[in-house]
């Protein structure tokens, strides 16, 4: 069972792609890039772009197949495979025939594959259930396979749903029973046990973790350690606050100045479920100062790995 990083807008940055590998996943996939942003030289779709990193796949959106081949051109030394948005549900993006909007012809979806395909690079393709009424997966997905895919990777739920209500993984079991091509689960997997259970009820022969990796890079050294009948590696607090005071200093190389912005969301992920971390929290969004920021985060966890080893202040801290 492979177990890789699912592209996540706004979060698969090189910084967060690089500590996902560490942490054990096989593969990263980046954030989704526009065709169109690529073909007309926008600097941010290009830093998107992985330079020489391994094990990483570019997923472009767009829709218009020559777009797809001429943005290929330009970005051909940076990776060998690609991977074809078809699922994004955002209406800002959908309504511009982007994303999940594919699903709706599943002959041009055929199309984008084909083109890229015959130019020898490795082609997959993400997708949804469909619509809620045209739940059309199968057909996307032979369209998808008929065009030379050879991975599909499914999100089991409908565009409409979003990411409410609960993934459906019968989705993923139905495509790996119909199918000759490998095939991905993706949706509600928040823990290395949701990633096990997913791959064993529908036998997937990938894995894709979204929101379970935000703050718990942990996740992919967890779930090969389960898969193979052992026992996760507990994560201690030291490990945690090395693991954010990296991530952090490699979010700040890469984004500069913005980069405390941009570090937010995992912050609060970081410190999720932390003895009396809710105020620590509430203060950190407001820090601007880098050197501020670590100070106070690690200073937090100072006092907590000093109660957990029978410092002064045990008694004050709830478990």
């Not at 943005?71 to 690609?82: E, G």
């Not at 290395?192 to 997937?204: I, K, L, M, N, S």
Request: aromatic letters at 8%; glycine letters at 8%; a positive charge.
């Amino acid at each position: 069972m492979k177990v890789v990083l699912s592209p996540m807008a706004g979060i698969n940055d090189k910084s967060f792609r690089r500590l996902c590998l560490l942490m054990g996943a096989d593969m990263v996939f980046t954030e989704m890039i526009s065709v169109n942003g690529l073909i007309s030289g926008n600097k941010k779709s290009f830093k998107m772009l992985p330079e020489s990193e391994k094990r990483t796949v570019v997923q472009l959106f767009g829709n218009d197949p020559e777009y797809f081949s001429c943005a290929l051109d330009l970005m051909r030394d940076r990776t060998n495979w690609v991977d074809l948005n078809a699922a994004c549900p955002v209406p800002k993006v959908v309504k511009h025939g982007y994303g999940a909007a594919l699903m709706r012809d599943p002959f041009l979806v055929r199309r984008i594959v084909e083109i890229l395909s015959k130019k020898g690079i490795k082609v997959s393709v993400k997708i949804r259930m469909g619509w809620e009424k045209e739940k059309n997966f199968l057909d996307v997905a032979r369209a998808a396979s008929d065009g030379g895919a050879f991975l599909i990777s499914i999100h089991g739920r409908t565009v409409e749903q979003g990411y409410s209500g609960s993934a459906d993984w019968n989705s993923a079991k139905l495509l790996k029973e119909n199918l000759k091509v490998k095939v991905g689960v993706s949706g509600d997997i928040f823990t290395a046990y949701d990633a096990v259970r997913a791959q064993e009820f529908t036998g997937a022969d990938m894995v894709l973790i979204a929101r379970g990796a935000i703050g718990n890079p942990w996740i992919f050294r967890a779930v090969k350690k389960i898969s193979t009948g052992k026992e996760p590696t507990i994560v201690t607090l030291e490990e945690r606050r090395d693991i954010f005071n990296r991530h952090l200093v490699e979010t700040m190389e890469e984004h500069g100045i913005h980069g405390i912005i941009i570090f937010r969301k995992f912050l609060i992920a970081y410190l999720k479920g932390l003895p009396n971390s809710h105020d620590v929290k509430i203060e950190a969004l407001q820090v601007k100062d880098v050197n501020f920021l670590r100070k106070m985060v690690n200073d937090y966890f100072d006092q907590l790995i000093s109660c957990e080893q029978g410092g002064v202040k045990r008694g004050n801290v709830k478990g």
